[in-house]
């Protein structure tokens, strides 16, 4: 709302430029530091004064002479050195806030190309941590933010189902514990926990005589080709696994549109297909000496970007035929892209469901597949633009993928691959020892070692200090102190305190930051955490449903708005419709910058204003109809604009708490 204004006093700005100085000027128009100042301001006066060779001041007053105010503003000032402020009508800017949709479609005219998102990507070989969950969360919030704004988004979830991960724990069931295909199959859930500790174990195993990593070659081999009891079993523990970890994400309301499978990859020959377009185009060169004797890689010693290495060079297919991560993550953008030349087999994940229609995965179709539950198939792939949302500790990795479409030539679609990086979680060192880890420190992950908290058993404690929050409110018998008595289950509600509460604190800070997740803060009714912005909700709704009970009304409409006087609008009610009518330019800036704490800080920022507002404004038993309706209103927009960004971020809004 706020950006429509700011564009509409641009262009009034402009027209007036024109008419009193004979410019052609774009003016920069912000919110000034106090509201006293106005609502907008510019300081184009200041900007073109050494231009026109006058006193800003001077410039300024000719410019709201010959300034066509638009009609949502009620009076131009000129301030300071030589701005020039606008002031709101107060009553029929607010009137449009109540009409208004928090956030909705850019408004682009052409139609926006798709954007793919690639996020989570779990390894498939044991239980997903803490870390996995942040990847997700970002990834999710990212393409709902998108998804909001009116652009065509596809979510895909990579699955690693060849890689070295899953080949050692197929070397576990086989090698080391003796099981067969069919012993495997006949484990009992939860089998993601199963494999996390034989990850760990294998590990050591290796270590006990070194000669047992050829097990590892062999079973890589395996993998690649698709062939054989290793195979067989990889195939089998990447698929259990996977659906655990769908389950696990959809724990906190995270699924996808397609599991792009590694193994199809291989078997379809992407990587092949990529493999000789890099051979054509002298993109890759195959070393008959040295270090890397035996291996195809890419040479980017004279790339700017790569200058300065220790060994720049990249393998691309090793000396014994496989192929490396970063090749066949080569031949996967390249199919993102539409730039492959083949596409994919796809079938319905059958051991999984989504919020809106099938689960896809790249399979061979099934001959009783059909049309995936009767919706026809998305044309999945040829993306504009390209995000793949992984840990800042892959940023080497993503430029070679970036390095590589450049080399064959796909310089646009190589500006267009956007790695959104992030660092890593770690545990504080109070919620480490609830988990039963050991330290004064924060405790860092390492599956390897198995060291982690898993994804399960955190949502699982997440869930039950929920439940001992509720129950601290309500009382030991569950009865709300407070009159406030929930309708829904306290075990529906504690998860849904308990979704609120993770997705939030991996939302909030900035990605450039280690975060050290902390049990107590995330769960924490006060402050700034997801369970502040469910409270600030509910709150707002329980106004409402006392108007109702006392027979008021529980909306005002905008006509009736617009007609208010201008002094119901006190400066802090006026606050909070105007960061309100925000919401919008601070998702798109979010979503253009990845930077996705913004939209938590202004849900922050909402909530806090309104609860400011709570105690010193209140509704119910206001005898002036006017000023009952100017803050019925406030509360409308507060509570719609919250809403939209808890939407956003994933947050559910229980109706009580």
Known sequence: MLQRERTLVAGALRSALSRAFGLAHDPVVEVPPQRRLGDLASPCALHLARELRQAPRAIAQRLVECLELPESFERVTVEGPGYVNFHFARSRFAAAMIDAVPVTESGATDAPAKVIVEHTNINPNKAAHIGHLRNAVLGDVLSRALRRLGQPTEVQNYIDDTGVQVADVVVGFLDLRGCSVADIQALPEPFDYVCWDLYSEIGRWYEGDPQRLELRRRTLHALEAGEGRRAEAGRLVARRIVVRHLATMARIDIDYDLLTRESEILRLDFFVAAFEQLKETGAVRFDESGKNAGCWVMP?????????????????????????YVGKDIAYQLWKFGLLGRDFEYAPFRDATRRDGPLWETAPAEPDAG?????????????????????????????IVRAGLEALGHEDEARDSIHFAYEMVALSAKTAERLG?????????????GIGVKADDLLDQLEAKSRDEIL???????????????????????RKIAIAAL???????????????DIDDATS???????????????????RRRLREEGLAQKVPGSRVGTLPAGVWSDDLWDLVLLASQCQEVVER????LELSLIARHA????????????????????????????LAVTLVFERSLEALAAILGVPLPERM
């Open 300 to 324: 980017l010693a004279d790339s700017e970007e790569f200058q300065g290495l220790e060994d720049p060079d990249k393998v691309i297919v090793r000396s014994d035929g496989t192929v490396t």
């Open 371 to 399: 049309d995936g539950g009767g919706k026809r198939r998305p044309d999945f792939g040829r993306g504009a633009r390209v995000i793949n949302v992984i840990d800042a500790r892959q940023a080497y990795l993503q430029r």
């Open 437 to 449: 880890f050991a330290g004064d420190s924060q405790l860092e992950m390492s599956g390897r070692k």
């Open 472 to 494: 601290e409110r309500r009382g030991p018998d569950g009865n709300d102190r407070h009159d406030e008595a929930a309708s829904d289950d306290i075990g529906v509600l504690a």
């Open 503 to 517: 997705r939030f604190f991996m939302a909030r800070a900035t990605t450039t930051r280690v975060i050290a997740f």
């Open 525 to 543: 009714f006060e402050g700034e955490s997801g369970p502040y912005l469910q409270y600030s909700i509910v709150r707002a709704r329980n106004i």
């Open 590 to 593: 979010a979503a253009a910058t």
């Open 604 to 631: 922050v920022d909402l909530a806090q204003k309104f609860h400011a507002i709570y105690h010193r404004h209140p509704i119910l038993h206001e005898q002036d109809a006017d000023l009952r309706d100017a803050r």
